[in-house]
């Protein structure tokens, strides 16, 4: 790779990191004379500090809601148009992953109502990346 395409290239990456910073995008590429790129965001849970009501017991504490996972690496294909509010069952597909040609369905591990949907159908997925919270009913 010579000096200029690597600067290009750099060009590139800060291009899409600013880009992703500034929305709620969970990936952004970008193809332009012959070079490609992508970046894909992880959604990272930050937990916040217990405050004194919730230590002394005075809140109740509402539980977390469940994650479902990505199996593999590969392209999300939504089984339908989810959204926050759609109640699942155990066992419902949600959607499959594809990789290398192979499916992988992404099943509901529990009874609930989803909470999120976290990754679009159509988006490229990483192994372990959370795809939607469920919570229980």
């Not at 809601?65 to 939504?78: D, K, L, M, N, Y």
């Amino acid at each position: 790779m010579t000096d200029d395409t690597q600067d290009e290239v750099l060009a590139l990456l800060d291009d899409l990191l600013r880009l992703a910073d500034g929305s709620g995008a969970s990936a952004i590429e970008v193809e332009a004379d012959g070079m490609a790129a992508a970046i894909v965001r992880v959604p990272s849970i930050v937990a916040a500090p217990a405050s004194a009501d919730a230590r002394s017991g005075a809140v109740p504490k509402t539980p977390e809601p469940s994650r479902v996972h990505s199996s593999g690496v590969g392209i999300f294909s939504a089984s339908k148009d989810w959204s926050a509010g759609d109640p699942v069952q155990k066992g419902t597909v949600l959607g499959a992953v594809q990789s290398l040609g192979a499916m992988t369905d992404v099943v509901a591990p529990i009874d609930g109502v989803l909470r999120d949907v976290l990754v679009a159908g159509g988006a490229p997925v990483e192994y372990g990346q959370a795809l939607f919270a469920i919570e229980k009913r």
